[in-house]
């Protein structure tokens, strides 16, 4: 098993931070090996952001993700961008308040609404683990409470409860 998996968005919102925890929770709890790079524009926010993982029960010889298996979109700009690193046919997350979903021909596209789920939990800024909730259920990784785990280890104790209830929330949609 080897899925190659990209998660674009805008900077500022936290796709970076997914694509560390992802990669961290296949490591540690998944029994799994996976790389994670990321690369964005020299603003800090507004520009567009995103983080590759790769996760696979053998060794991984190229550490870039080629075309994506799973694509999840969070800014029209970074689909705009990024699209064409998907594979035909491949999983496409997108949030449809922030991407024109009705555009994306070619793939399967599962309509994530993170942000406004993000805002009805109170914090906007957990949409990032909506999606990730989502995208663990979708490719069926590893089980959602290994993304709990994880969590402790990146969220200030504070927001654990919140980013928790956003993953679920994520996986809900699945």
């Known amino acids: 098993m080897r899925t190659e998996i990209r998660i674009a968005g805008t900077g500022g919102m936290g796709v970076v931070l997914a694509g560390v ?21 020299p603003e800090a926010r507004g520009t567009a952001a995103k983080s590759e993982v790769i996760i696979s ?29 998907a ?31 993000a805002d009805e939990l109170g914090l906007r800024l957990v949409a990032n683990m909506v999606m990730l909730g989502a995208l663990v259920k979708k490719a069926d990784l590893f089980p959602i ?9 990146f969220v200030p104790p504070k927001a654990l409860k919140v980013n928790t209830e956003a993953i679920h929330a994520g996986e809900r949609f699945i």
């Open 87 to 117: 594979k035909k046919g491949s999983i496409v997350l997108a949030d449809p308040d922030l991407v024109k979903t009705n555009k994306i021909e070619g793939f399967e596209v599962i309509e994530i609404p993170a942000m406004r789920s």
């Open 145 to 153: 409470d290994v993304l709990e785990k994880t969590l402790v280890e």
């Open 21 to 41: 925890i992802l990669g961290h929770a296949a490591v540690v709890y998944g029994n799994l090996k996976a790389v994670q790079s990321q690369s964005y524009g």
């Open 57 to 85: 029960d053998q060794p991984i010889h190229y550490p870039k993700v080629r075309q994506s298996d799973y694509f999840v979109a969070m800014s029209q700009k970074a689909l705009d961008l990024y699209i064409g690193g």
